[in-house]
Structure formats: C-alpha cells, structure tokens
C-alpha cells in the first residue's frame, strides 16, 4: 500500500518524519514509527493531539465539534488522532519536541495512599509508585501533564492531571470530578481504598510552562482543572521562579470551591501569586469575585500594563470563552495555552 511523508515541526524547531498510509490515522503511525505524541482519548473526543497542518490534504474522520472549535478547524487545525493523509503532510505542533516520546509509554504500578473529598464530588487521590529496575521510586513528569489510571483485572481506564511535581518518592496527586454513572468514578465512590493497587501510565501531554522571559503568568481554572495549575505554580514556588502569577479559579458556588488551604500554603511559598477565587452564583456574604474567572480574566486584561501568557484548563465553553475574551484584548494566540477536557463515563 502507497504511504505519504509526513513531517512534524514541533513549537521549538525540531523536526520529525515518518510514513502513514491513507487508511491510518497520523497517532497510530506515528505510534508505529516509536514516536508517541501527546494524546488522550484516541477518537477525537478529548482535544489533546491538535495540531496545524500547513501543507497538504487529508481527511478529518468523526470527532467531537467541542474539541476542535470551527474556527481552529477552518485555519487547518485538526485531531492527529483522526485526521487521514490524502498527500504529504507538513505539520505544526503547538509544544516542544521535549513532550515527544521516543519508544514507549511507561507502565508501573502504585499504591493508593489517600483518597479523600475535598468538595462535592470531587476528590483527592494519592498514589506512590512500586519502585522498579528502571526508575526506582522516582516520579519523574513535567508540570501540565496527566497520567492514564487503570483498575486491574477490569476494563477501565481514565486520564487525569497531576496536581504536584515530580519527585523522588514516588508521590502522585490527581483532583478527580466523579462523574454520574462514570466507570472510573464508581470505582472509585465505592470501592477504592488506601492500600489498593492502580496501574499507571504515562506522563503524557503537552500542556505546561512555557519558556517566554519574565512575562507575568495568568492561570484561569474550572473545576478540577485546578490540578495541572497546581503543578505549575508548584514547580515555580520550587526553582523560585520570579515570573508576577495570577490564579483564576472558579466554581458555580462558593461551597465547589476546593483546595484552598493548598492555594494559601502556595502563596507563602510564591509571595507574588494572587489567588483570585471566582464564583458564578454568589451567596449574598460572598466577598470574592462575583462571576466567571474569564469575567475576572477580561476585567484584568483591561488594565494590564504587560499582555501576559495565559494558561487555561477546564471544560471547552471556559476555554473558547477565555480565549476568546484574550484575543479581544489584544492577546496573541501564541500567548495563549490551554488545555480542555470533556467528562468520560
């Protein structure tokens, strides 16, 4: 069968080439060729493996219109997962070529350590790694990466942000939303408990820190997307980074709010971080930021003296909207870096 060149520039200039042929998706034979790209979901649902496709034809299999908005997809954006080359392709990726993995995914095992409620239906879980020949007890990640949780013995497998930084313990954090009737979060309602074993798998993902200066950093979280902003801000308050950083972080009413004794011990480690907590449907007593965190993001736009790099994480009518509300300040899209999710069952 007649295959087509493809060639992937990532965001720092390094370059990647392999075959694909018509009837294979560009994740699976790039998978073939050793070289794992980000991604998530594998059926373009999730958003994760976008990418700019600036030379050539293909065809874009089904997908889900939340994770590829109208406007990406019209410019050349596309799922790596379910695009289909019809020629050569040249391709733009928005990430480093450090978030490219050469060969395979990492497997272990780990021990849940806690698993806690840290708001109506969410949680905290807590995982260590069994230490191995390879790694030893070494949790080694970038901040803005998630990792695949899998039970044993049952078909069930859910992807989720880490909320802290890579360390030699072994130490694992994730903040979960359980979803109704979700596979993972009945398993984890009914049955996880301290001293069980979950398979891992990863890192993986593109989202994290960008190099760019001292630009100030704006963070604007929904929900558990709070966790891979968590890691960011934690790897700056580790290496003292002196970037100016705002956290946005919303909630439809103060009680969803979660965390914030975390946020607050953060803050004494990073005195420069502003924690601007959000809520959509206020209680009349309510004495922080009345409205959404992009409501919050396009209010400070306004008066902000540098343009920042902002980083987003939550569902896609945050991320559209907040995008959309940077753009209209004058943002460029280069400046921009989110990451969205959409609720598994």
């Known amino acids: 069968m007649n295959t087509h060149a493809i060639e992937l520039t990532t965001r720092d200039g390094e370059q990647l080439r392999f075959e694909c042929a018509a009837d294979q998706n560009l994740l699976e034979a790039a998978a073939c060729a050793q070289i794992v790209l980000p991604a998530q979901c594998g059926q373009g649902s999730c958003g994760t493996c976008y990418a700019d ?5 293909f065809t874009l ?3 889900n219109p939340a994770a590829l908005p109208v406007d990406d997809e019209a410019k050349g954006g596309t799922l ?5 080359p019809q020629s050569d392709l040249r391709i733009s990726l928005p990430f480093d070529h450090d978030r490219i993995l050469i060969g395979e995914i990492k497997v272990r095992n780990a021990e849940i350590t806690a698993v806690d409620s840290v708001g109506e239906n969410t949680l905290r879980l807590e995982l260590r790694l069994e230490a191995n020949e390879d790694s030893g007890s070494v949790a080694e990640f970038e901040p803005g990466q998630f990792m695949e949780l899998e039970v044993p013995g049952q078909d069930i497998k859910r992807a989720y942000s880490l909320a802290n930084t890579g360390n ?8 979960i939303r359980l979803q109704p009737g979700g596979l993972f979060s009945t398993w984890l309602r009914e049955q996880a408990a301290v001293g069980q074993t979950l398979i891992v798998h990863g890192p993986k993902g593109a989202f994290g820190l960008h190099e760019s200066g001292l630009r100030p950093r704006w963070f604007v979280a929904g929900g558990t997307g709070l966790a891979p902003m968590m890691s960011m801000l934690r790897r700056m308050a580790e290496f003292q980074e002196p970037h100016p950083a705002r956290l946005y972080f919303g909630a439809n009413r103060a009680e969803d709010l979660f965390c914030q004794t975390e946020l ?3 803050q004494a480690e990073l005195p420069q971080l502003q924690v601007i907590y959000c809520v959509w449907k206020p209680e009349d007593n309510w004495q922080g930021f009345s409205g959404t965190p992009v409501d919050a993001l396009a209010q400070d736009l306004a008066g902000a003296v540098v343009l920042p790099d902002i980083y987003l994480c939550g569902p896609p009518a945050l991320i559209d909207a907040a995008e ?9 899209d ?6 969205r999710f959409l609720p598994t069952v």
């Open 334 to 339: 280069q400046q921009v870096l989110s990451e």
């Open 80 to 84: 790596l997962c379910c695009t289909f």
């Open 324 to 332: 959309a509300a940077a753009r209209a300040k004058g943002v460029p």
């Open 53 to 57: 496709v600036t030379h050539g034809d």
């Open 61 to 63: 299999g089904k997908h």
């Open 264 to 266: 607050e011990a953060l």
């Open 168 to 175: 030699w313990e072994g130490r694992l954090e994730f903040l």
